[in-house]
T-cell receptor, first 112, second 111 residues
Framework: DAGVIQSPRHEVTEMGQEVTLRCKPISGHNSLFWYRQTMMRGLELLIY????????DSGMPEDRFSAKMPNASFSTLKIQPSEPRDSAVYFC??????????FGQGTRLTVV | SQQGEEDPQALSIQEGENATMNCSYK?????LQWYRQNSGRGLVHLILIRSNEREKHSGRLRVTLDTSKKSSSLLITASRAADTASYFCAPSLYNFNKFYFGSGTKLNVKP
């Protein structure tokens, strides 16, 4: 398996634009997680899905953030409209129940 | 908060020495994972230890878990300059598959 695949690796966008981050989890993993990492706040859990259903989105910072998982092999995290304070590295991870969670390489988002 | 808290925040040692990092958490857990992150890179999974396990080994890594004290430790033996990285613990809450991170321990191994 190629591991968790995220795209794009880097994204630079202007304030106010819509940004969509993509994630393909490892095949057979039934849980998917989105994290955000900044110097100030460290690694924050934004949302996680179990069997494609959002279970806990309490970490999503604002209504500008939304996440979907239309099927077991794809998830998106959307920010609309984007703001400079959204600049961060966004990670996606997947796991089976009670097993190791593996991370993608991350998407470095810069909002100017 | 629910996340693991690592201690110390920073650790600087000479190559060849052992490095010990500690993690404390607040609630019952199913398992606890340790990750490494090199500067500007992604998170690499090191070890998962389950709540019914007390110790696990992987190469030069040894992880212990004490559920009565709600704590875990990561020992890296015979450290190398390539071990320089940040190390995070991530406890998974009991009956949940989600996991949280603390602020990590920044390890610097001097050649």
């Amino acid at each position: 398996d190629a591991g968790v695949i995220q795209s794009p690796r880097h994204e630079v966008t202007e304030m106010g634009q819509e940004v969509t981050l993509r994630c393909k989890p490892i095949s057979g993993h039934n849980s998917l997680f989105w994290y955000r990492q900044t110097m100030m706040r460290g690694l924050e859990l934004l949302i996680y899905f179990n069997n494609n259903v959002p279970i806990d989105d309490s970490g999503m910072p604002e209504d500008r953030f939304s996440a979907k998982m239309p099927n077991a092999s794809f998830s998106t995290l959307k920010i609309q409209p984007s703001e400079p304070r959204d600049s961060a590295v966004y990670f996606c991870a997947s796991r089976k129940q009670n097993t190791e969670a593996f991370f993608g390489q991350g998407t470095r988002l810069t909002v100017v | 908060s629910q996340q693991g808290e690592e201690d110390p925040q920073a650790l600087s040692i000479q190559e060849g020495e052992n490095a010990t990092m500690n993690c404390s958490y607040k609630t019952s857990i199913n398992n606890l994972q340790w990750y490494r992150q090199n500067s500007g890179r992604g998170l690499v999974h090191l070890i998962l230890i389950r709540s019914n396990e007390r110790e696990k080994h992987s190469g030069r890594l040894r992880v212990t878990l004490d559920t009565s004290k709600k704590s875990s430790s990561l020992l890296i033996t015979a450290s190398r300059a390539a071990d320089t990285a940040s190390y995070f613990c991530a406890p998974s809450l009991y009956n949940f598959n989600k996991f949280y991170f603390g602020s990590g321990t920044k390890l610097n191994v001097k050649p």
